[in-house]
C-alpha cells in the first residue's frame, strides 16, 4: 500500500465517525418535535417557537452527509477494492442505491 494510500484510509476511517457523531446531533437538536398525534394548534405553536432549530438540525444532517459520509463511503469502496483485487466487482456495491 502507497503511502496516500494509507492516509486517506484514515482520513475516511474519521469522517466516517464524525458522520455518525454528527448525525445524531439533529436527533438531540428535536428531541422534543410533536408527535403526530398533537393537536395542529401545538403542533404549529412548536414550529413558531423552534423552527430555527428545526432548520440547523437539517443544515448539519446535510453537512455530515455531504461533506463526512460520502467521503467514508468512497474510502470504504477504496479500501474494499484493494483488498478484493482486480477486477473489483464486489466492492461496488458499496455505491449501489
Excluded at 475516511?12 to 437538536?29: D, H, K, N, R, T
Excluded at 484493494?82 to 466492492?91: L, R, V
Aim: proline share 6%.
Amino acid at each position: 500500500m502507497t503511502p496516500h494510500f494509507e492516509q486517506w484510509r484514515k482520513v475516511g476511517g474519521a469522517a466516517g465517525i464524525a458522520s455518525v457523531v454528527l448525525g445524531l446531533v439533529p436527533a438531540a437538536l428535536i428531541a422534543d418535535e410533536p408527535r403526530f398525534t398533537d393537536s395542529g394548534r401545538e403542533i404549529t405553536v412548536w414550529y413558531a417557537n423552534n423552527g430555527n432549530r428545526w432548520l440547523a438540525s437539517t443544515l448539519v444532517f446535510c453537512v455530515a452527509l455531504a461533506f463526512l459520509f460520502l467521503p467514508f463511503l468512497s474510502a470504504l469502496t477504496s479500501a474494499l477494492a484493494s483488498a478484493e483485487g482486480e477486477p473489483p466487482m464486489w466492492s461496488r456495491a458499496t455505491r449501489a442505491r
